[in-house]
């Protein structure tokens, strides 16, 4: 949902309200899940064009999409929560019921409240300031970042008089361009790998930071390998830096895929859900 430029200027992710959390969720990339004034559709069948395509040869069971007023994936923010989960498609769960996706599992696993912050598409960057607010607001016990690639950028386009932020990969145009004049080729061209590192290593940072002041147990990962090899450098005082995500090792589950046939399916949640237990609860 872009918003006004006064408004941008005003957004300090370290002094705002819960509802400033909004610039950085769905609402802020995906206008079809707004009906009437501004109002958030709470319920969709299909998330992507690629589960249109694949849902006749999904043989799981069906599912819905539910969302919160802020965007969420889970409904009704609690004051407080035993396990936060951020990141992005994988902590969304896109293309998979929510009850099979890697916090869920984990959460009834261990019998502790749970809440989705993943985002479809979320840069570390909108992670890191979606953290910034959330965790001003919730009392949060442990938290977990399953981190998407670094090279993934939050940037701020604007049209007319309103800005919308949004994130996006090299190969991944959209409709940034034509709408925002955007163009992801250029961007990547004229700025070097290692600026996109030594972001990266701010906003973790950051993300250290917050959990220790807050007394948040934290613990950081990703599906990225040249991330997680990126995070294994990095001098963490506070964070834990747990089980990079990978593959089951049972070859039954070599095929197994999300409703999109594009994201990882529920054996690979469960999975990486069982590699973490003991680094997460003990």
């Known amino acids: 949902m872009p ?5 941008l200027l005003r957004l300090n992710v370290f002094d705002c309200g819960i509802e400033n959390v909004k610039a950085y969720t ?53 004051a407080q929560i035993d396990l936060a989960a951020f990141g992005c498609s994988y902590t969304f769960g896109l293309g998979l019921p929510e009850h099979t996706t890697w916090h869920k599992v984990l959460a009834k696993h261990n019998n502790v409240s749970v ?20 965790s001003n607001h919730v009392k949060i016990d442990r938290a977990i970042f399953l981190l998407p690639t670094y090279m993934r950028f939050l940037i701020a386009g604007q049209r007319v008089d309103r800005v919308k932020l949004f994130s996006f990969l090299p190969q991944s145009k959209r409709t940034v361009d034509t709408l ?26 950051a993300i250290e930071h917050i959990a220790k002041h807050k007394n948040i147990k934290l613990f950081i990962s990703s599906w990225d390998r040249p991330t997680y090899d990126l995070l294994k450098i990095m001098d963490f005082k506070y964070a834990k830096l747990i089980e990079e995500w990978t593959c089951p090792k049972d070859p039954s589950t070599k095929e197994d895929l999300a409703r999109d046939k594009l994201h990882p399916g529920m054996a690979h949640h469960k999975y990486w859900a069982e590699e973490i237990q003991h680094q997460v609860f003990t």
């Open 3 to 7: 918003i006004p430029i006064n408004e």
């Open 180 to 205: 925002y004049g955007v163009n992801p080729d250029l961007f990547y061209k004229h700025i070097p790998d290692i600026e996109f590192i030594r972001k990266m290593k701010d906003d973790v940072y």
């Open 26 to 78: 769905l609402l802020s990339t995906r206008p079809d899940l707004l009906v009437r004034a501004g109002v958030i559709r709470r319920q969709v069948p299909i998330f992507s064009t690629l589960e249109q395509d694949y849902k006749d040869k999904w043989v799981h069971e069906d599912f819905d999409y539910k969302f919160s007023e802020l965007g969420f994936r889970d409904i009704d923010l609690p």
């Open 115 to 134: 809440y989705n912050f993943g985002q479809p598409g979320a840069s570390i960057k909108s992670i890191t300031d979606m953290f910034h607010i959330v």
